[in-house]
């Protein structure tokens, strides 16, 4: 089996989950036996062609996944959205010449970014469209379409599951969303979860971390650790307002904050007004090593978010063995089991984030009993070949319906 995948993001760009969801399911893919060329823009450099991931694949796996990079046509566009439109013209091209050569069984998009192209040659080549859908601008926005950006990419949200042969959600949660908001069938609608590798996480047994953990807090502090982008839907300006409370009850408490966003320097002006001083660490931008690293020397990982289609972040905390506190929304809720996996709080509350910190902080030989079921977990349900073959369950589906349909 053949597919041609299209993604906004592929590392060395990568933005939020969707670029690291694409990079994990590609080997896995390849070892279920499928074939994946993958179409991304090139924003962050790297190779124009480049056969990855050969050295994870043994006996019985698909060839190699290759990434085509294809310069992007943003430089001039007015505006956000316009970038998009015209990078997509540049990547249906290039996905043209991909699909003469032919064998292709289906095209698998990743959210609206790519659906032009997606669409296009979908309608081209007479191809099957699969469109995973990873977060909406409705409910990035709590349902509120402000504006003439908002309202166009929310149309092409709803362009793409429409035109899609069927559509793919990260939780139920998700799926409950795309069903409401774009009226799409519940009966073409499947849920396969995000997942995590616990490798990177595991290379560290064993390994003392102290030199390093001293870079970010003294040897008596303990860690309340954030990563991830650093916007108003992910809910860091919660945790800022909550550490004068946490500090009262907890002198010993510092909060580490990595990943960069658009409330980043709102969120460092709100802590100098608190007076936390050298009690909030907002690091900006860290790299993969050093975020693995910190979520193994960090005391509790907290992710108070208002809107979380799935939550990555914390299945990497749950990796890791790292206690979690999260928002009880979205897919997090189906994530985290609240006192077995991890703590779960109201969202939007400062109250409730505060008692779930200082609960786990408190109670430590409860926070490593859930901290060890949460491993547990990630690794029977979220391991990225089990979610490969759920994925390539899907392709199947739709290459067998296609043979008894006219276009």
Not at 171 to 193: L, Q
Not at 203 to 208: E, F, K, L, S
């Amino acid at each position: 089996m053949k597919i041609l995948m299209l993604s906004w993001e592929f590392p060395p760009h990568n933005v939020g989950g969707l670029g690291k969801h694409v990079t994990e399911l590609l080997p896995a893919l390849a070892r279920a036996g499928v074939e994946v060329q993958l179409l991304t823009p090139r924003w962050a450099g790297g190779m124009g062609e480049e056969v990855l991931f050969a050295s994870e694949l043994g006996p019985g796996s698909a060839a190699a996944p290759t990434v085509h990079r294809v310069e992007p046509m943003a430089a001039d566009a007015a505006d956000f959205f316009t970038g998009a439109w015209r990078t997509n013209v540049a990547i249906e091209n290039h996905g043209r010449a991909l699909l003469e050569r032919g064998g292709y069984d289906l095209i698998h998009a990743h959210d609206w970014l790519v659906a032009f192209s997606a669409i296009a040659l979908k309608h081209a080549y007479k191809i099957p469209l699969l469109a995973t859908i990873h977060a909406t601008e409705w409910g990035r926005n709590r349902g509120y379409l402000g504006g003439e950006m908002p309202r166009a990419i929310h149309n092409v949200e709803w362009w793409l599951t429409y035109e899609a042969w069927r559509v793919i959600a990260c939780s139920g949660y998700m799926a409950r969303e795309i069903a409401n908001v774009f009226h799409t069938p519940w009966d073409k609608i499947d849920v396969v979860p995000n997942g995590v590798d616990t490798a990177p996480f595991e290379a560290y047994d064993g390994q003392d971390l102290v030199e390093f953990r001293r870079r970010y807090a003294l040897d008596s502090e303990e860690i309340i650790f954030y990563v991830g982008r650093v916007v108003h839907e992910k809910g860091v300006h919660l945790l800022v307002e909550a550490m004068p409370r946490i500090l009262a009850a907890r002198p010993s408490a510092k909060l580490v904050v990595a990943g960069t966003g658009g409330a980043l320097d709102a969120a460092r002006r709100r802590a100098d007004e608190l007076g936390l001083g050298g009690k909030a660490l907002l690091t900006g931008f860290i790299p993969d090593d050093d975020r693995n690293r910190l979520f193994r020397v960090a005391d509790v990982a907290v992710f108070p978010s208002l809107y979380e289609p799935f939550g990555i972040v914390a299945l990497e905390a749950m990796a890791a063995c790292t206690p979690v506190v999260v928002a009880d929304v979205g897919g997090l809720s189906e994530v985290v089991q609240n006192h077995e996996t991890g703590i779960t709080i109201y969202p939007d509350s400062v109250d409730s984030l505060v008692w779930g910190v200082l609960h786990t902080l408190e109670h430590p030989e409860w926070a490593r009993q859930r901290a060890e079921n949460a491993y547990r977990t990630v690794r029977e349900r979220f391991n990225w070949d089990t979610i490969a073959q759920s994925t390539k369950a899907i392709y199947e589906r739709i290459v067998e319906e296609r043979t008894h349909a006219v276009w």
